[in-house]
């Protein structure tokens, strides 16, 4: 069982940073790969990033990718989403998800652990 709560979300500025973290507990963490996702309202639920359960192979969406990037520390047993150059079409719910397997993975069915969700909003 693996209890993800996440932290960092908040109101930033067209062009600014922010940081997610993702701090889990229990054993499975270490051994799975992981990612961010994020609503935004009235759409789907999308991909944003993955990583496998080392941190040694990252993807992220197309949307995001030089913007953004995740990483993670099992040692702490969290996961970060550093999200730089923010845009108004960020702003969403973002979740952090545990997947079932160790590599990474843009499903959401991948995914037995589910975060409850921190607010991102970008502002001009």
């Known amino acids: 069982q693996v209890q993800l709560v996440e932290s960092g979300g908040g109101l930033a500025l067209v062009g600014g940073s922010l940081r997610l973290s993702c701090l889990a507990s229990?054993?499975?963490?270490?051994?799975?790969?992981a990612g961010w996702f994020r609503q935004a309202p009235g759409k789907e639920r999308e991909y944003v990033a993955t990583?496998?359960?080392?941190?040694?192979?990252?993807l992220h969406a197309e949307s995001v990718k030089g913007r953004f990037a995740i990483s993670r520390d099992n040692a702490k047993s969290t996961l970060y989403l550093q999200m730089n150059n923010l845009k108004p079409e960020d702003t969403a719910v973002y979740y952090c998800?545990?997947?079932?397997?160790?590599?990474?993975?843009?499903?959401?069915?991948?995914?037995?652990?589910w975060g409850q969700g921190t607010q991102v909003t970008v502002s001009s």
């Open positions: 990583i496998s359960e080392t941190g040694g192979s990252a």
């Open positions: 229990g054993r499975d963490f270490i051994t799975r790969g």
């Open positions: 998800a545990v997947s079932r397997w160790r590599g990474p993975s843009t499903l959401p069915f991948s995914y037995n652990y």
